[in-house]
């Protein structure tokens, strides 16, 4: 329903790799932050249809926006377009498939992002 006030609707906006879509999830932990790239056959990337992932240095722009926002634990979902980064979604908890668990660098990144849980609450 386009005419709900209460909704917001806007384009889709697409990152491609050659053949493949990608949807950059940066996710944080007090001062913990990482961020993938994953790539998928579909305009809808998400961690059970991921054809491939890789680990990718966090977005400044997107970094600045968690700040500016107050988030210290959660997942922004976006793309990088030519005009700059596209936040598509913002989490204040962070999912996963089991796919995704039971990859030996997403368990080290796992490891590494609980650590935040000692800044946090410092």
């Not at 053949?19 to 996710?27: A, I, N, S």
């Given at each position: 329903h386009f005419d709900d006030p209460a909704l917001i609707v806007q384009k889709l906006e697409c990152e491609r790799d050659?053949?493949?879509?990608?949807?950059?999830?940066?996710?944080?932990l007090g001062d913990r932050v990482t961020c993938f790239r994953l790539k998928g056959p579909h305009p809808i990337v998400t961690g059970s249809s991921v054809a491939s992932m890789e680990r990718i240095e966090p977005d400044p722009t997107i970094q600045a926006l968690r700040m500016d926002k107050?988030?210290?634990?959660?997942?922004?979902?976006?793309?990088v377009?030519?005009?700059g980064p596209v936040l598509l979604d913002t989490n204040k908890?962070?999912?996963g498939s089991r796919r995704m668990y039971f990859n030996p660098e997403m368990q080290a990144v796992l490891r590494y992002r609980a650590e935040g849980l000692y800044g946090y609450f410092k």
């Open positions: 050659g053949d493949l879509y990608c949807v950059r999830y940066q996710t944080f107050h988030f210290d634990f959660g997942k922004f979902d976006f793309v377009t030519p005009g908890t962070v999912g």
